[in-house]
């Protein structure tokens, strides 16, 4: 079973990063996993920490030669900020009173985070719930796609709406060459650059008000095999993996898959997507074998890829932490009455959530895929791979 466990302090020395069964025999493409970091990195509306960090991948073990090995891939990626922080994150220093934070961010893991362990300083439960860890996921992703490309498995992401700036995406195709370029292009990875016009200046308000503002996601695979997870128990769908993968990352608050919460809105003949057999690979530009006309499912139908492209779609909410005092919180010490205190951050994040949300959505697809052809090495999953009729 393929899994990954992370470690690290948004301010600490660095995130490391363990990948277990992971086969052996993937040629690592070291520059690609770095332009993924990268792209988390940037985007409209992020805060000055991103001008301190150029986040790159260090493998500690599992790669050598070039090539994955079969042992536990571990990797580090340096915090550049440490040098900064290295006083007050000193595994032994004692911490001094005056520097420990009881007044709660709403919106955060603060309260509960800090009530649940019993932490007298807020810090210790901020430093890890921050988002720094979604670095280590982009490179998980990162890894997984380098695997699933052997079998031309590929993935795209765009933001779709920042506040209430929203394209009309629910037919989009984000494999499609211009819309591809339009996200390339885009310091917010829209896919409409009049649209992101109109989002930038939503965000320039937002930071002039010293408020934020989250937006919509979508993401994309394509390429799949009929049959990723399984009906038959309900800790092995696809669509369920997927939701926990996404779910899981800081600020998503959704997460639909096709045409999600708008599935409720239409009737069954007009939101099932019939089912049609191409027996002339020429035929309408498609290959040999099965093929809708709709996507409405996102290519999911009971818990199992169907072979469309998989399309999910999230929410991020507004970044909770705001840079006027808006907010009323307590001190947790005292019970009295306070104002979130403000702390350097994003106005805006939904473009590199975007990144990372594609990461994510890559490592559900990469256990299913290792599930269903398993083995432990590239040539082994190859003649599994290869040895199941496509059609
Ligand atoms: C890429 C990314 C960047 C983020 N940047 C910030 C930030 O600068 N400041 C902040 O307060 N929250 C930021 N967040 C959101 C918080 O990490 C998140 O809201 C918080 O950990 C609480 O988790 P929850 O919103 O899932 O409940 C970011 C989230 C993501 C995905």
Same mark, same amino acid.
């Given at each position: 079973?393929?899994?990954?466990?992370?470690?690290?302090?948004?301010?600490?020395?660095?995130?490391?990063?363990?990948?277990?069964?992971?086969?052996?025999?993937? /040629? *690592? &493409?070291? !520059?690609? =996993? #770095?332009?993924?970091?990268?792209?988390?990195?940037?985007?409209?509306? $992020?805060?000055?920490?991103?001008?301190?960090?150029?986040?790159?991948?260090?493998?500690?073990?599992?790669?050598?030669?070039?090539?994955?090995?079969?042992?536990?891939?571990?990797?580090?990626?340096?915090?550049?900020?440490?040098?900064?922080?290295?006083?007050?994150?000193?595994?032994?220093?004692?911490?001094?009173?005056?520097?420990?934070?009881?007044?709660?961010?709403?919106?955060?893991?603060?309260?509960?985070?800090?009530?649940?362990?019993?932490?007298?300083?807020?810090?210790?439960?901020?430093?890890?719930?921050?988002?720094?860890?979604?670095?280590?996921?982009?490179?998980?992703?990162?890894?997984?796609?380098?695997?699933?490309?052997?079998?031309?498995?590929?993935?795209?992401?765009?933001?779709?709406?920042?506040?209430?700036? /929203? *394209? &009309?995406? !629910?037919? =989009? #195709?984000?494999?499609?060459?211009?819309?591809?370029?339009?996200?390339? $292009?885009?310091?917010?990875?829209?896919?409409?650059?009049?649209?992101?016009?109109?989002?930038?200046?939503?965000?320039?308000?937002?930071?002039?008000?010293?408020?934020?503002?989250?937006?919509?996601?979508?993401?994309?695979?394509?390429?799949?095999?009929?049959?990723?997870?399984?009906?038959?128990?309900?800790?092995?769908?696809?669509?369920?993996?997927?939701?926990?993968?996404?779910?899981?990352?800081?600020?998503?608050?959704?997460?639909?898959?096709?045409?999600?919460?708008?599935?409720?809105?239409?009737?069954?003949?007009?939101?099932?997507?019939?089912?049609?057999?191409?027996?002339?690979?020429?035929?309408?530009?498609?290959?040999?074998?099965?093929?809708?006309?709709?996507?409405?499912?996102?290519?999911?139908?009971?818990?199992?890829?169907?072979?469309?492209?998989?399309?999910?779609?999230?929410?991020?909410?507004?970044?909770?932490?705001?840079?006027?005092?808006?907010?009323?919180?307590?001190?947790?010490?005292?019970?009295?009455?306070?104002?979130?205190?403000?702390?350097?951050?994003?106005?805006?994040?939904?473009?590199?959530?975007?990144?990372?949300?594609?990461?994510?959505?890559?490592?559900?697809?990469?256990?299913?895929?290792?599930?269903?052809?398993?083995?432990?090495?590239?040539?082994?999953?190859?003649?599994?791979?290869?040895?199941?009729?496509?059609?």
């Amino acid at each position: 079973m393929l899994r990954f466990l992370t470690a690290g302090e948004s301010h600490g020395k660095g995130l490391i990063t363990i990948i277990d069964n992971f086969p052996s025999g993937i /040629k *690592i &493409d070291e !520059d690609f =996993i #770095n332009e993924k970091l990268k792209l988390r990195q940037s985007g409209y509306g $992020r805060g000055a920490r991103q001008k301190i960090e150029t986040d790159k991948i260090e493998f500690l073990s599992g790669v050598r030669g070039g090539y994955t090995t079969g042992s536990p891939v571990s990797f580090f990626i340096k915090n550049k900020d440490y040098e900064n922080w290295k006083e007050r994150m000193d595994a032994y220093k004692p911490v001094p009173e005056e520097t420990k934070i009881h007044i709660p961010r709403p919106g955060h893991a603060d309260f509960a985070g800090s009530l649940k362990y019993g932490l007298d300083d807020i810090r210790n439960v901020l430093e890890r719930s921050s988002a720094r860890e979604t670095a280590s996921r982009v490179a998980v992703g990162a890894i997984c796609r380098i695997l699933l490309r052997n079998f031309d498995i590929d993935f795209s992401s765009a933001v779709v709406g920042i506040g209430d700036v /929203k *394209i &009309d995406a !629910d037919n =989009i #195709n984000l494999f499609d060459g211009d819309i591809l370029e339009n996200i390339k $292009r885009s310091e917010l990875r829209m896919p409409d650059l009049d649209l992101e016009n109109s989002a930038k200046a939503l965000i320039d308000k937002m930071k002039d008000e010293g408020d934020t503002i989250g937006g919509l996601i979508t993401a994309q695979v394509k390429n799949l095999p009929v049959g990723l997870g399984s009906f038959t128990q309900w800790d092995e769908k696809l669509d369920g993996h997927i939701a926990m993968s996404l779910m899981s990352i800081q600020a998503i608050k959704s997460v639909e898959i096709g045409l999600g919460v708008r599935s409720a809105f239409i009737s069954g003949s007009k939101y099932q997507d019939s089912i049609y057999y191409n027996d002339n690979p020429d035929n309408k530009g498609k290959a040999k074998g099965f093929y809708r006309k709709t996507d409405n499912a996102g290519g999911i139908e009971g818990g199992m890829s169907n072979g469309e492209i998989i399309s999910v779609r999230c929410a991020m909410k507004p970044i909770p932490t705001l840079m006027k005092p808006y907010l009323d919180t307590v001190d947790l010490n005292t019970g009295s009455p306070q104002k979130a205190f403000l702390e350097r951050s994003d106005v805006c994040a939904v473009p590199a959530a975007s990144i990372v949300v594609e990461a994510a959505l890559a490592f559900s697809i990469c256990y299913f895929f290792l599930k269903k052809f398993g083995g432990d090495s590239l040539a082994e999953i190859k003649r599994n791979y290869f040895a199941i009729s496509r059609e």
